[in-house]
Every structure is written in C-alpha cells, then in structure tokens.
C-alpha cells in the first residue's frame, strides 16, 4: 500500500547549523510532494513543495531536493533559527490527491 | 484572504454520543479533504470532496460520513463515539483535487476528546 517513511522522529541542531529531514515515499505514481511545519496548537502549515518533473526547490533557508529513481525527497533548513523549533512533516500525494504523511519530524532549534 | 476555518476549535463528548464538526474552505477553493491526526502521529486522510461529490475514503469505518454543501463548506460526522476517535481532526482546501498537484491548505483543526 501506500506510505511514506520519514527520519529522524527527533533532530537537535545548534542555532545557525543545518537541520536535514528524509523522507521514501513507496507509490511509484505519486507525482507531488509538499513539506509541512506544525507549531503547537495549530494545524499543518504548507512551507514548500515540489514536483516530480523537478529535482530541487529552493526557498530563501529551505531547500527540497527529489530522487525520483530511488523515491527518496529531503529537506533542508539551513541557518536554523529557534522559531523554526516545530514538528515537519512530509507527504506524497496519489494521482487520486491523496496526501500520505510521513510520522513527523521533531526539530529543536537551541539558542 | 481568510485561510481554512474550522469550528468549534474544541469538543468533549462521552461515548457512544454523535458529533458534528464544520469546515470553510479558503475562498475559491472548491475541494475539501479531512484528516484525522493522533497525537505523535501524522495526519491520516478520511474523506475528500469536490463539487458536493465524494472522490476518494480512507481506512475508516461506516461511522464516519461527511458532505460538502454548495458553497463548497463541509461536515464531518462521526457516531458512536469511542476513546480512540480522541484526535485532531483537519480540514484541508485545494481548488482542485483532479490536478494532484494541487497544494492543500490545512485549518487549525478541531480537538476532539471522547470521555
């Protein structure tokens, strides 16, 4: 079936270092992949993307690359900054636009 | 423009009661998708819709049922209540689930704990 696995469950970095997110995905037909930031108390915030026909975004500090072949996607935070301390997910989405969520990520960023 | 509403922000129900939670899609924004998220989990999907049309159910049982109305506005409903319907349920909007590729926009959710 579908699914999505995602490491690390926890990740500690210093202020300034890099913070990087795996994620596999296992539906070959999924063509999207949106990354997710969840703060307490509120609902998934969609922080970037990327699509199968591209094999890296970048957004200011955040960047997502995509290995289509072997069905792996990253993200990567550089210059972590303690207000991007939150929970990150990342997904897959089926050609039925389903979203498939990894377990989550919980990034602490230490002053 | 307003984001993704979903109300009531909390709920207490006890089991085996009935409950009804509401979501607006952003403005536009014709589908609507419902997740349920456990605590220390990702979002589970449950229902998606489009044009008052159910496109696609997850893993969950007959208990739970949704509609979205002409103003594109949904509800998810949930009988029988048990413990482990305890969660986060999410509200996301797409303009359009056909095109996969679609972003979806996620509300705050809506607490739900079964006593």
């Known amino acids: 079936g579908e699914n999505v696995e995602q490491h690390p469950s926890t990740l500690s970095v210093q202020e300034g270092d890099s913070a990087v997110i795996k994620c596999t995905y296992s539906?070959?037909?999924?063509?999207?992949f949106p990354w997710y930031k969840q703060e307490l108390g509120k609902g998934p915030q969609l922080i970037i993307d990327i699509r199968s026909n591209v094999g890296e975004k970048k957004d200011q500090r955040i960047a997502v690359t995509l290995n289509k072949t072997a069905k792996h996607f990253s993200l990567h935070i550089t210059e972590t900054q303690p207000e991007d301390s939150a929970v990150y997910f990342c997904?897959?989405?089926?050609?039925?636009?389903?979203?498939?969520f990894g377990q989550g990520t919980t990034l602490q960023v230490k002053p | 423009d307003a984001g993704v509403t979903q109300s009531p922000t909390h709920l207490i129900k006890t089991r085996g009661q009935q409950v009804t939670l509401r979501c607006s899609p952003i403005s536009g924004h014709k589908s609507v998708s419902w997740y349920q998220q456990v605590l220390g989990q990702g979002p589970q999907f449950i229902f998606q819709?489009?044009?008052?049309?159910?496109?696609g159910r997850g893993n969950f049982p007959d208990r739970f049922s949704a509609r979205q109305f002409p103003n594109y506005s949904s509800e998810l409903n949930v009988n029988a209540l048990l413990l482990g319907d305890s969660a986060l349920y999410l509200c996301?909007?797409?303009?359009?689930?056909?095109?996969?590729?679609?972003?979806?926009?996620f509300g705050d959710g809506t607490r739900l704990s079964i006593l």
């Open positions: 997904a897959a989405v089926s050609n039925t636009g389903k979203l498939i």
């Open positions: 819709y489009y044009e008052k049309e159910e496109r």
């Open positions: 996301a909007s797409s303009l359009n689930p056909g095109d996969s590729n679609q972003p979806q926009h």
């Open positions: 539906d070959s037909a999924s063509n999207y």
